[in-house]
């Protein structure tokens, strides 16, 4: 069975950093790109940050730019995603997902394989 397990969320203060994992099991995806995406109630789920599948290529949202650096370990079958200055805006659950393509995508539509998602919440 495939599955997408995240860890790494919890609760900050303004302007601190948590690093996110997500860990794949059930089979590689090494040749699919994978994404962040966060979602607070009462709204849709929004794009953070894809990988390609090789991890030479990536792309953010402009809320986290700068601030979020996504990464991955085929060889662990785990991405990451390392947060920076936190913001209060940045309160969410954060869920991985491995799309169904090779390159970068940041529509939901375009992945398939979701996890339980995390909590992040950050206070000011």
């Known amino acids: 069975q495939v599955q997408l397990v995240e860890s790494g969320g919890g609760s900050v203060q303004a302007g601190d950093s948590l690093r996110l994992s997500c860990a794949a099991s059930g089979r590689t995806f090494s040749t699919n790109s994978m994404g962040w995406f966060r979602q607070v109630p009462g709204k849709n789920r929004e794009f953070v940050a894809a990988?390609?599948?090789?991890?030479?290529?990536?792309s953010y949202a402009d809320s986290v730019k700068g601030r979020f650096t996504i990464s991955r370990d085929n060889a662990k079958n785990t991405v990451y995603l390392e947060m920076n200055s936190l913001k209060p805006e940045d309160t969410a659950v954060y869920y991985c997902a491995v799309a169904l393509y090779s390159s970068l995508r940041s529509s939901t539509d375009d992945y398939r394989i979701w996890g339980q998602g995390t909590q992040v919440t950050v206070s000011s």
């Open positions: 990988i390609t599948s090789s991890g030479g290529r990536t």
